[in-house]
Structure formats: structure tokens, C-alpha cells
């Protein structure tokens, strides 16, 4: 197995033994002077690894894995969750966003645009009529400035989260990924600068999958944060969203599926009144994050009819849209609109301004300090409103399979992420059906 012998050794292996060590959460520990740290001494079980490990199953998650898989690769995904689809279905932000620019022509491609017709395989859906079939170019005359317009509005559609958690169980079974649920990925062990696996926490107890490349999609970089990467942190404002339905009223399904949010937009609009910035980085932070929402929805609960009134969903995680990213070999910033960038893995459309975009530098999705650690999803190397662009569920998927394809060129060719060559990297995401250029 990938990097067994390794953490054999520094586990104090003794001569001949084959078996995986065994869970020991018995043993011995000891406190340092200052009294405010245990040191723990134990023994982990090492289980198959993979080529490639995927921590964290949200949609940056789910495409890697996807692509890691497509490209030949044997991966592994550890959710810490019991089902996949991250924010867009554990935190119900069931809207994916755009992948147009709002005047009628199509900036995303590959996996953002089929996780999209995923999303609505097997449900309801709101996309606007230009864009119910995939013929393209779309008639611009019916283009509307109205985001959700049901004729011209933008490539971009509401969804059921929870058939979309089920079609997604079914896409990672389909493409041979093994997934392991409800299980933590509490940190990477490190060999100098190389990551050569993961210790995870579950019912199991503690266990070590070993792998040559990890994918950190979990949202937040805690694996590139406890590998000792420099990270950034953001700040969120007090948001709640949940799904609620007007029983008086007999729609169709997505119509009764609505949301009542509670507290600031993301420009911080509605924020509550001395209500303090969170990054949503402690146990306590998002402890008070989840109750205080919940206290609120309540309170506004208490004011209708309870015959016809129901809360249908309450979000099974934070709803934080910038927790911690990683500084990674290049940042992403507002001043890239618009801007061609040669070592781009893909084109992102701007989900709030028609008509921005931006090419997502490979430089973006690794720190210079691990050297097989890439990142995916709403924690890679972007600032200000480019951060803003890149943690949507569309830049979400484009990122995820970028991580994905790399990660399994570097396992095969057994390059650190800086050295990996771009043109092999860019043909086989052009070869996926990626969209890297706004070339006319």
C-alpha cells in the first residue's frame, strides 16, 4: 500500500510483523510544561490507500474525484458528512449558478455543465427555455437581463438537493471511486514536504489511508492549514437559509421548495446590528454560527399560521461562504477580469456581473510549500471578489476537475504539482471538454 512502509517505521514496526497496527486510544499521554497541551502516543490502523485521496465531498470533491477516476486513477473520497454535495445540498444552497455571461454565450464547460444536468436528471428544475436543450449558439434575441428569467435568462437552474445527494451517490459508484462517509480526515502526515497520506476519526476509531496524491476539497484547507501551508482567513456575516413551504399554496415542487433567509447577503446587506465577523474556523465559532441561526429562524417561525406553515429543510452544516484559503503559487485577484492567462486550467463566468470573466491560473490550486497537496473548490488562491467568483458551485466543479485530472498526471508521472507540464495538463483538460480560453 501506498507509503505503508514508511509509517510502519515511524510507528515503531516490530521485526516481522505484517498485520495493520492496531487502534490503541489507551495509550499512555503526557502533558508538556505549560500544562495546556496533551501529547498522545498511539497506535493507528493502516488501511488501503489510493493513487488519489479526495478529503471532503462537496462538489469540488465530488468533480475531482470524478476526474481523478476518468483519468485512469484509483481514488478514494472521505466525507466527513453521510451525504455528498457539500454546501449546494447539506447547506441548501440549492441554485446553480450560471455558466454563461449573461449575453447569451456558454463560459463553462466539462464537469461544471454536466454536474449541472445532473442536478436535474431526476428532478425539478427552473433552467430557462434557450437552455433546456444543449444546442448552441442559443437564439440572443430572447436574451433577458432578468438572472432568472424563465425564456432568456442565464444558464443556470434551481435543483432538489436531495435527488441531487442520490444522483450523486450514483455518479462516483458508476466511475469506480470508493467513498467513505461519516468519516473525519483530521490531518495529513507529512514526510518533509510531501504528504504521504491521511489519519482519519470515525466509528472505525482512527485509521491511516496512505496515497501518493491528495485533493484537499473539504472547504476550509485543513489539510494544507495542519500541513503548515500558509493559509489566509476570510469573514462572514450572520446568514441562515432554510427551506420552507407555504402549505395554503399547491405548486409544483420546487415552487413550494423556498428559501427564507435570516440575516446578511453576501455584500453583508441586512447584517444584524453589532453583530461581530466570523471565519467559522473553531468548533465554538460554528457552534454559535448554527444555534444563533437556528434561534433566529425560530423567532421568525413563531410569526405564521402553523397550520399553514412548514419547515421542510434546516441546513445540516455552516452556510460560511470564505472560511480559510490557501496562499498558494499565485493568487487570483479582481484585476485577472478579463485577462488571458496562459497557465489557465479553465474559464469562469462571473455568477453577480454579466459579461466578467476570468481564467483560472493552475498556480491557483497548489502552495509551493507541499508538493503534492493540490486544492479544489471555494479555499483555492483567490482574494476580494475573485474569491467570491471561484467559491460558487459551477468554479466549484471547473477547480475540482482540474485538482482531479492533475492529481492523477502527478501519481502516474510522480511529479510534485510545480514541476507537473501544463501543456499535457491543459490537453487533457481540453480533452474533457474544458473551455480554458475566452478566445472569440
Not at 155 to 172: G, K, R
Request: with cysteine.
Amino acid at each position: 500500500d501506498y507509503g505503508r512502509a514508511g509509517l510502519h517505521a515511524r510507528a515503531g514496526r516490530m521485526s516481522g510483523r505484517e498485520e495493520p497496527l492496531p487502534c490503541a486510544h489507551k495509550a499512555c499521554a503526557e502533558r508538556n510544561g505549560n500544562m495546556d497541551k496533551m501529547i498522545e502516543k498511539l497506535e493507528t490502523s493502516i488501511e488501503n490507500g489510493a493513487e488519489v485521496i479526495v478529503v471532503g465531498g462537496g462538489i469540488a470533491g465530488v468533480a475531482a474525484a470524478v476526474a481523478a477516476a476518468r483519468s485512469g486513477a484509483d481514488v478514494l473520497l472521505l466525507e466527513k458528512g453521510a451525504l455528498l454535495g457539500g454546501l449546494a445540498t447539506n447547506g441548501l444552497i440549492n441554485w446553480y449558478e450560471p455558466l454563461c455571461d449573461g449575453h447569451g454565450e456558454q463560459l463553462m464547460t466539462g464537469l461544471a455543465e454536466e454536474l449541472l444536468r445532473l442536478s436535474i436528471r431526476y428532478g425539478d428544475d427552473t433552467l430557462p427555455r434557450i437552455w433546456k436543450d444543449e444546442a448552441r449558439p442559443v437564439d440572443r434575441s430572447l436574451i433577458s437581463p432578468e438572472k432568472q428569467h424563465p425564456i432568456g435568462g442565464r444558464y443556470a437552474t434551481f435543483f432538489s438537493p436531495t435527488i441531487f445527494q442520490l444522483a450523486l451517490d450514483e455518479l462516483l459508484k458508476k466511475e469506480g471511486v470508493r467513498i467513505r462517509l461519516d468519516i473525519l480526515a483530521a490531518r495529513p502526515v507529512m514526510e518533509g514536504s510531501r504528504c504521504t497520506g491521511i489519519c482519519c476519526e470515525s466509528k472505525s476509531g482512527r485509521q491511516y489511508f496512505p496515497a501518493k496524491i491528495v485533493v484537499d476539497a473539504s472547504g476550509d484547507s485543513d489539510m494544507f492549514f495542519r500541513a503548515g501551508a500558509p493559509c489566509a482567513e476570510g469573514q462572514n456575516y450572520f446568514s441562515f437559509l432554510a427551506h420552507v413551504t407555504d402549505t395554503s399554496e399547491k405548486k409544483k415542487a420546487l415552487q413550494q421548495r423556498r428559501w427564507m433567509s435570516i440575516g446578511a447577503d453576501l455584500h453583508g446587506r441586512g447584517q444584524r446590528e453589532g453583530e461581530p465577523f466570523t471565519p467559522c474556523l473553531t468548533n465554538e465559532q460554528i457552534t454559535a454560527f448554527l444555534l444563533d441561526g437556528r434561534a433566529a429562524l425560530l423567532e421568525k417561525v413563531k410569526t405564521k399560521d402553523r397550520r399553514q406553515f412548514e419547515v421542510t429543510s434546516l441546513p445540516s452544516m455552516p452556510q460560511a461562504r470564505k472560511t480559510r484559503r490557501i496562499k498558494g503559487a499565485c493568487t487570483l485577484t479582481e484585476a485577472d477580469c478579463k485577462r488571458r492567462c496562459d497557465t489557465t486550467v479553465g474559464l469562469a463566468c462571473d455568477f453577480e456581473k454579466p459579461g466578467d470573466w476570468y481564467e483560472i491560473p493552475w498556480g491557483c490550486l497548489y502552495s509551493e510549500t507541499v508538493d503534492n497537496l493540490l486544492a479544489a473548490g471555494r479555499m483555492v488562491s483567490a482574494d476580494g471578489w475573485a474569491w467570491d467568483v471561484t467559491r460558487v458551485i459551477p468554479v466549484c466543479a471547473l477547480t475540482g476537475q482540474a485538482a482531479g485530472t492533475a492529481a492523477a498526471l502527478m501519481a502516474r508521472e510522480a511529479v510534485a504539482a510545480a514541476r507537473l507540464s501544463m501543456d499535457e495538463l491543459q490537453a487533457a483538460l481540453q480533452a474533457q471538454g474544458v473551455r480554458l480560453h475566452h478566445d472569440p
